[in-house]
């Protein structure tokens, strides 16, 4: 795409915010790779390296080994490591800040929106937060922090304290439902946004990937920024494939200039 093809792009998706009373912003995990974080099918992402159905639920429970891996795999991928939000994550919390944006649903787990200072009661996670692993057998709840201390001690499997129970890491796995809260948040504000902003997601898991669906059959207009097709791209109004971090720190930045 050329710059001026992009700039005008950019422009266009703007005075398209700057319209808008109700925008929706969809994020998946192309947000957070120049955050250091990888995805899961872009090019090298997690799932071209792993196969995803050793993440469902039912292996999980099955075996402890497969808990083993599971656990080393979320360690080894930086799922635990401290990162911080990239200019993406800025540029939409400051459109709160700004009163353009009713609400982030994301399917991130890296509570990259809420350190970059969206409100948490406006991020609906739909596949969890990793910041909190829980006791399936008596529920209690253990930071990400304490758990990466023991794993780093060289615990394998780490196992609840009070019952030794099998611990998990708060997020959604494969064949699991999602929080029903966040799911009917999520659903409630999509069937009711004008302007549905999807930033980094390749919209091809379910329910999630419902969202821009609703929202188009509520009337809405589809921005998309995203680096590779989606499932969506030819309802799109505005369709643009660059680095989000670049693309969304110059959209905001225009919206500031024209308010
Ligand atoms: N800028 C723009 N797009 C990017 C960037 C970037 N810097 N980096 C990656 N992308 C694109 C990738 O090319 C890909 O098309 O972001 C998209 C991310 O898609 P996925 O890796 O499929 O991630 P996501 O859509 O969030 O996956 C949904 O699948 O495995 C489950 O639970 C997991 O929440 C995840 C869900
Ligand atoms: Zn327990």
Redesign the pocket.
Known sequence: MTSNNLDAKITAAAEMILKSRRLVVFT????S??SGIP?????G?I?TRFD?DDFTIQKFLKSRETRRKQWQILIGEGLFSRVKPNRAHMAIAELEILGRLECVIT??IDNLHQEAGNSPDRVFEL?GNMQWVKCLDCGTRYTVEHIKERLDRGVEVPECERCQGILKPDV?FFGEELPSEALRAATEYSTHCDLFLVV??????YP?ALMPGYAREAGAQLII????G?PYDSSATILIE????DVMSRMVEKVREMI
Do not use: M
Not at 28 to 31: L, M
Not at 200 to 205: D, F, R
Not at 225 to 228: A, P, R, W
């Open positions: 998946g995990a192309g947000i790779t120049e995805d899961f099918r872009g090019p992402g799932w995803p399917q991130n596949h959604v980094g997601s390749s919209l091809v898991v999630a920024v995203n680096i590779g989606t660059e680095k989000a971090g």
